[in-house]
């Protein structure tokens, strides 16, 4: 990925998201590494939980996909389908463990009123 600002006149930072770390901290997610060029400097980028959507929304726009489908092969086009699927199930799956799984409020509001509590 390619990054530019003012500030760099003509030159491009570029980063190798794939090799980037990825960590949960707090209310974002945390992507760091090292810039590729034009020399390597650590960069962190930190995803708020409102950024997804904007990023989700942008990868469907009709001049993304329009620009996908133009660029990618159909080996990539493949890959890509098969991580919207992940995606998708892995979403389900946490969403379905989350509905499942009694939260800490409900385990103290049930020794509140006298009962022993959900065990977590």
């Known amino acids: 990925m390619r990054f530019w600002s003012e500030g760099l006149g003509d030159r491009e930072l570029v980063m190798g998201l794939g090799k980037a770390k990825i960590e949960r901290k707090g209310d974002v997610m945390l992507l ?42 159909l080996g990539m086009l493949l890959a890509m389908a098969w991580s919207i699927v992940k995606f998708v199930v892995l979403l389900a799956w946490f969403r379905a463990l989350r509905l499942l799984t009694p939260s800490r409020a409900q385990c103290v509001a049930g020794e509140a009123l006298g009962g022993a509590g959900l065990k977590k």
């Open 32 to 73: 760091s590494g090292i810039v590729d060029s034009p020399a390597p400097w650590e960069y962190e980028v930190k995803i708020q939980y409102a950024d997804w959507e904007t990023i989700l929304k942008t990868a469907v726009s009709k001049d993304a996909c329009g620009f996908i489908a133009r660029h990618a092969s």
